[in-house]
């Protein structure tokens, strides 16, 4: 696989975790407005590439018409969708990874982790339970699962579920 085919994919799979990761309360703020044109701005020199400029062509005039509401949020679920099955991702290195990534920023974007958050992160971990095996992966379920213990999030797991996030950014 080519370099460019695969930082097509990387950057695919990391909006739809971005768009997972803001969508998971059903609410798109401002911050997290901002997390999408950034990833625009990062992503642009990758228009270069025939592949991703059919992406690109299609979700950023969504994101830069000024806002995103939940229905577009929907509509580039959609799009990412179809676009992945038609470049596949059978090549790709850890693809849940990048979603995972993603899903993090998201989740970061917003300022604050709810337990709404929580719980649907914790749904997306249980259907990915075959990633349980790797070690960053492993970390995540058990720090979920621990914060989930009292069916709530307080201050302080919120800040300590960011900072793992903020970490495994980094």
């Known amino acids: 696989m080519n370099l460019q085919t695969k930082e097509t994919q990387e950057a695919a799979y990391q909006l739809a975790g971005l768009i997972y990761g803001i969508s ?10 901002d997390a999408l044109k950034n990833w625009c701005s990062v992503h642009e020199g990758l228009c270069e590439n025939e592949t991703f400029q059919q992406l690109y062509s299609r979700v950023h005039p969504i994101i830069e018409d000024g806002k995103v509401n939940h229905e577009e949020l929907e509509e580039m679920k959609l799009i990412l969708r179809e676009f992945v099955a038609d ?12 979603f995972l990534h993603g899903i993090f920023e998201g989740i970061l974007a917003s300022g604050d982790i709810n337990t709404y958050e929580v ?31 009292d069916q709530k999030v307080d201050d302080e797991e919120a800040k300590l579920l960011k900072s793992f996030f903020a970490d495994q950014l980094a």
């Not at 470049?87 to 990048?98: A, Q």
């Not at 914790?122 to 970390?139: A, T």
């Open 24 to 33: 998971l309360d059903g609410i798109v703020t401002k911050n997290e407005y």
């Open 87 to 98: 470049i596949g991702s059978e090549k790709l290195d850890r693809p849940n990874l990048f």
């Open 119 to 149: 719980y649907r992160l914790n749904q997306w971990l249980e259907k990915n339970e075959h990633l349980r095996d790797h070690y960053s992966f492993q970390e995540l379920f058990e720090l979920v699962h621990r914060v989930l213990e």
